[in-house]
């Protein structure tokens, strides 16, 4: 009877087991009469160890010269071994049998060595391959999984938005324009417009897809191109709105740890921080916020920290004042309260204080920054006409979304969660191009 097919993830359940694996060749080290493989199938990595005299010696010297990247297929005995490699790891492969698919060119671009960042972008078709890019993009899919997740399983209703638009929705200096026909029209910033149309139909709702924003930006933070996951609710004030996003982000961080914590230590992530993540958050108002900056900008030696993290009451924080401010918790931090002219034209005053929005910010500790941005929205139709002139923005392309005020309006409010972002931070990696496939960035569209 042939071995069955088994996927490298479920390669801990057959110990002592023949099995077949299929997938492609890592790395190979050949020491005289050993032939270490390391294979992956997408599913994991595992060593295969191949013994000269176990094996005919075409079928063995096949394996001692096989190409990186090859792809194969393997039988073995599963073997528990400590000191093995892999994801999982602790589990080797005897090899009793070995067939080629297809021997890889020779000259495969990507060795087992260090390249510089261009280089590996220039070639992320292929970089993505690489143990630690296929445990974030693993890790990526698990954040998605879990947002949709919880949103489903508390009510909200996926909405699919528009992704050409007639008009801005965040702020007219980052649109992308695209001829439409004849006409101007834009790659979205957001689906957060039609999706307050839809609450008044549905209640709770949620979009999920890409966004745009043509920000000249070349931080490790910004991509032009990410994913976004906006939900949206009536009847819902501030204050609930930041108990939605601590429970929202709570249940997509122990997902993460429950589904992928091999992949976490194989991009050697530090899994205790990760553990304190649960609710309640502290919250903390932008004056407090500046007060703490405005504290460790007069106590710091460092003049280029205490240049960077100069700020002035009215402006919005940068990533130097969130890496500084997360700095001091544990956990995601809410900060509360922004001032008006900071923020966009549709976020609902402070009562008594109309310099400051009902808007919040949840930033990542570690340094990671902004993951979420949100507010309560402007119920009053007067009032968001008037925001809509003093933005210059075309009242007539808003006309629907001031109507929505006319007809019901409630207090209500939404958020918008980066993906990459999310990714980046919970990987505890350096930036943010390797958190999606294939990044879109000021300088790169290729691949």
Not at 93 to 120: C, M, N, R, W
Not at 216 to 226: A, I, Y
Not at 346 to 358: A, Q, T
Not at 381 to 404: G, N, S, T
Request: proline letters at 6%.
């Amino acid at each position: 009877m042939s071995a069955p097919m088994v996927r490298i993830e479920e390669i801990a359940q057959h110990v002592a087991e023949e099995v077949t694996i299929q997938g492609w060749v890592y790395n190979r080290t050949h020491k005289g009469k050993l032939v270490f493989l390391l294979v992956r199938d997408g599913s994991g990595f595992v060593q295969c160890v191949a013994f000269k005299n176990d094996l005919v010696i075409e079928v063995f010297e096949s394996m001692a010269h096989i190409p990186q990247e090859s792809s194969v297929r393997i039988t073995g005995q599963v073997r528990a071994d400590d000191r093995a490699p892999g994801v999982p790891g602790g589990y080797e492969l005897g090899v009793t049998g070995f067939e080629v698919v297809q021997a890889s060119a020779e000259d495969y671009p990507i060795t087992l060595k260090e390249h510089g960042t261009d280089f590996l972008m220039e070639n992320r078709h292929l970089w993505i391959r690489t143990p630690s890019q296929w445990a974030i993009l693993r890790i990526r899919a698990t954040i998605i999984s879990a947002i949709r997740e919880w949103l489903d399983q508390h009510g909200f209703i996926n909405m699919d938005t528009p992704i050409l638009t007639p008009a801005a929705g965040e702020g007219t200096s980052t649109l992308f324009e695209v001829d439409y026909f004849g006409d101007a029209i834009y790659l979205a910033q957001t689906g957060q417009l039609y999706n307050e149309a839809n609450i008044f139909s549905l209640g709770k709702v949620y979009c999920f897809g890409p966004t745009f924003r043509a920000e000249k930006s070349k931080t490790r933070r910004h991509l032009t191109e990410f994913w976004m996951v906006e939900p949206e609710m009536a009847f819902c004030e501030l204050d609930e709105l930041m108990e939605i996003e601590e429970q929202f982000v709570s249940h997509i961080v122990q997902r993460v740890l429950s589904e992928r914590a091999a992949e976490l230590t194989a991009l050697g992530r530090d899994i205790s921080q990760l553990e304190k993540i649960t609710p309640p958050f502290p919250r903390i108002s932008y004056d407090e916020a500046l007060e703490k900056l405005t504290e460790i900008r007069e106590a710091t030696t460092d003049p280029e920290l205490k240049e960077r993290l100069q700020i002035e009451w009215g402006e919005d924080f940068g990533s130097p004042h969130e890496t500084e401010l997360t700095k001091l918790f544990e956990k995601p931090v809410f900060v509360y309260g922004y001032p008006t002219e900071a923020k966009a034209f549709y976020m609902e005053p402070w009562p008594g204080r109309p310099e400051v929005s009902k808007s919040v910010d949840l930033l990542a500790p570690e340094g990671y920054g902004e993951i979420i941005g949100g507010s309560e929205r402007i119920s009053d139709p007067e009032l968001l006409l008037q925001r809509i002139h003093e933005h210059e923005l075309p009242e007539e392309a808003f006309k629907w979304y001031i109507e929505l005020r006319k007809y019901g309006s409630v207090p209500h409010s939404g958020f918008g969660l980066g993906v990459e972002r999310t990714v980046t931070w919970l990987c505890g990696i350096n930036h943010i191009r390797e958190t999606i496939p294939f990044p879109r960035t000021l300088n790169r569209i290729y691949p």
